[in-house]
């Protein structure tokens, strides 16, 4: 009686069809978004004021990146202005 060795059947791949959406998953939510929707009732009045440090902060960082963003874009168009 001579062995197999090797399963000479072919073996099924993907059985399942898969969807995109698995494979490429939707974006986030907005984090802002979800932040004005967040209930303030339960936190308490130390927490609003860490809170509102924290936002500040966030806000300092965006501005000074929207002004570094600005002066780059100001220099690019000066770079390659026509004149």
């Known amino acids: 009686m001579a062995r197999r060795l090797i399963d000479l059947a072919a073996a ?5 069809v898969m969807d995109i959406d698995d494979l ?4 986030p ?6 932040l004005a929707r ?3 009732d339960p936190i308490s009045v130390d927490e609003l004021t860490e809170r509102i440090a924290a936002l500040k902060a966030e806000i300092a ?9 600005a002066k780059h874009r ?10």
């Open 74 to 83: 100001s220099a690019a168009e000066e770079l390659f202005k026509k004149g």
């Open 24 to 27: 490429f998953p939707s974006k």
């Open 61 to 69: 960082r965006v501005e000074a990146h929207l002004e570094a963003g």
């Open 12 to 16: 099924p791949v993907n059985l399942a």
């Open 38 to 40: 967040q209930d303030l």
């Open 29 to 34: 939510g907005d984090p802002l978004k979800d």
